[in-house]
């Protein structure tokens, strides 16, 4: 590769450093001002903090009635992070639940896709049953992320008082034999 001292000052030049962190990556070139050769310089780039601790998540299912809410607390739904403020940690639900969907206190009755830790920790998000199925079981999916890395997970959902005897019909009297 060729490029001039004009293509450096101008900022043509990038590096992507795609390695591990806190290592020094030796970059080896030749220059010259057209007559006179340096060959074999080294020029060193150290890299700094790159982030590589993923979040931890606390995820328990919840058993829940047909058709109620379950507020998430954190000893539920919660994370954090060793190298940040947890009240940066985002949530994205990537899945929706098939028999519901997770609302925000101060929009009720709309489903949200993105929540942080802060809302969580401040009981502000909920689960919330909508469907007249007679299921047992439901979930979501949804990511964590603290802005460098991504944790997916999948949250389960029981659901109780779901009637699943089968009906019976009586029609007209009965007769005994004999």
């Not at 010259?32 to 700094?48: H, K, M, P, Q």
């Amino acid at each position: 590769m060729n490029l001039t001292q004009d293509d450096l000052d101008q900022g043509f030049i990038h590096y992507f450093h795609t390695g591990l962190q806190g290592l020094c990556d030796l970059v080896k070139f030749d220059a010259t001002d057209g007559i006179n050769a340096l060959i074999d310089r080294y020029v060193c780039i150290t890299i700094g903090f790159i982030d590589m601790v993923f979040p931890e998540v606390i995820n328990k299912s919840v058993t829940r009635e047909k058709g109620g809410k379950v507020t998430f607390k954190t000893d539920l739904l919660s994370t954090s992070d060793v190298n940040g403020p947890d009240e940066n940690l985002c949530f994205s639900v990537i899945r929706s639940s098939a028999w519901g969907h997770v609302e925000n206190f101060y929009s009720p009755g709309v489903p949200v896709v993105f929540f942080t830790q802060l809302q969580l920790a401040s009981n502000k998000i909920y689960c919330i049953h909508t469907g007249e199925d007679e299921v047992k079981i439901d979930s979501f999916e949804f990511e964590v992320t603290d802005g460098y890395n991504l944790v997916f997970l999948t949250f389960r959902v029981t659901i109780t008082d779901v009637d699943n005897k089968k009906p019976i019909l009586t029609i007209g009297d009965l007769v005994a034999c004999g």
